[in-house]
């Protein structure tokens, strides 16, 4: 079955950089879109970015852009979420998620989720 796998969250000072991953299993990773979502304490769900399928287009919500990299490894099954210049406005559960195809940004299958904290 479809199973997606994030980690490298942690807690990371204002300014700073991390790399989240997502493992992805049961599909076949490199026919899909994939992307990242947050959640804030006390927000709601919130898109960060979309990769497509092969990875030559990639795509920002408006408040990491410039900040934020996404990429994949398509041999490997791994999606990448790296964050630079981290603010303190980035703390939340990180998602990775299988794109749902059809116009959008809906994931269909989701992981657990990895927390990024940034604070000093």
């Known amino acids: 079955q479809v199973q997606l796998a994030e980690s490298g969250g942690g807690l990371v000072q204002p300014g700073g950089s991390l790399r989240v991953s997502c493992a992805a299993s049961?599909?076949?990773?490199?026919?899909?879109?994939m992307e990242w979502f947050r959640q804030a304490p006390g927000k709601g769900l919130e898109w960060v970015s979309g990769i497509t399928s092969g990875g030559a287009l990639t795509y920002y919500h408006d408040s990491v852009k410039g900040r934020f990299t996404i990429s994949r490894d398509n041999d490997n099954y791994t999606l990448y979420l790296t964050m630079n210049n981290l603010k303190p406005e980035d703390t939340a559960l990180y998602y990775c998620a299988r794109n749902l195809p059809g116009p959008g940004w809906a994931g269909d299958y989701w992981g657990q989720g990895t927390q990024v904290t940034v604070s000093s």
């Open positions: 049961g599909f076949t990773f490199s026919n899909y879109y």
